[in-house]
């Protein structure tokens, strides 16, 4: 059987795939375990400087299994029920959380989880032909893996609680005036414009990406003052690396950096 995630490293990046196209990467206990377990491991690991997320096949990932969901439901087993606490809410912290960029290359369509993990990502590539749905109250189900927190962040509370509510599919022309896209891209592209987009983040100032990603997330929950502090704290560290010192040199001496990660 293979892997259910793929993992590819290529000079500091890596490509992490959900590898279950026959169900369009539907979440299984197996394929949600591998993410918690190697997102936690990209995280710790220096030598990793960006991330892409994508799916195999002709879909990006249609968030829970229902179908192993139900089989679980039937014979009374409680892991249905303790599934956001054991993987969907770990899942989501390692993305948003992560200190390096994530981009999700979103080659088809992206729901329930799927989706969230889609909006936890920092940039998304999303192709031509893909969609978006929030398909939880379609099942019955509230809203889980982060998508309460970040998509009200990307384009505003009325627009989550359409999404939400109305659960119906958007395609990538309407992601895209939401808000939700960073690029549109043709199918057979999305991956490799993905990639490339790490490569150069890669190659930037990652000690000062965490920063900003910090900072961002930091301000959605505390005022001006606390937030203005936190700037301090954050642009007092980024200023003790060794890329500012790099970069203010080049910068002088009318040279491009060359970032390190710290």
């Known amino acids: ?115 969230s993990f889609s909006f936890a990502c920092d940039l998304r590539i999303v192709s031509r032909d893909a969609k978006f749905l929030l398909a939880f109250a379609n099942v019955g189900l509230g809203l889980d893996s982060g998508v309460s927190w970040t998509l009200p962040r990307l384009i505003g509370s009325a627009r989550a609680v359409e999404l939400a509510m109305l659960a119906q599919p958007i395609t990538a022309q309407v992601a895209a005036e939401y808000g939700l896209t960073t690029q549109v891209v043709e199918a057979a592209q999305v991956l490799p414009v993905a990639q490339e987009l790490a490569a150069r983040l890669a190659a930037g100032p990652t000690a000062a990406y965490a920063a900003i990603k910090q900072a961002i997330h930091f301000s959605a929950a505390h005022g001006l003052a606390e937030s203005l502090e936190n700037e301090a704290v954050q642009q007092a560290a980024a200023g003790a690396t060794a890329d500012h010192r790099t970069a203010v040199a080049a910068f002088v001496a009318k040279e491009k950096p060359v970032f390190v990660g710290h």
């Open 1 to 115: 059987m293979a892997d259910v995630l793929l993992t590819d490293r290529t000079d500091g990046v890596v490509t992490l795939t959900m590898n279950r196209p026959e169900s369009l990467n539907s979440l299984s206990v197996e394929l949600k375990d591998a993410l918690v377990s190697t997102l936690g491991d990209i995280a710790a690991d220096l030598s990793v400087r960006a991330v892409v997320l994508t799916g195999s096949g002709r879909g990006f990932c249609v968030g829970q299994d229902l179908a192993e969901h139900i089989r679980l439901l039937q014979a009374e087993d409680p892991a249905p029920l303790s599934t956001v606490r054991e993987h969907y809410n770990p899942i989501a912290l390692a993305l948003t959380q992560m200190p390096k960029p994530v981009i999700a290359a979103v080659n088809g369509t992206a729901a329930g989880a799927g989706a």
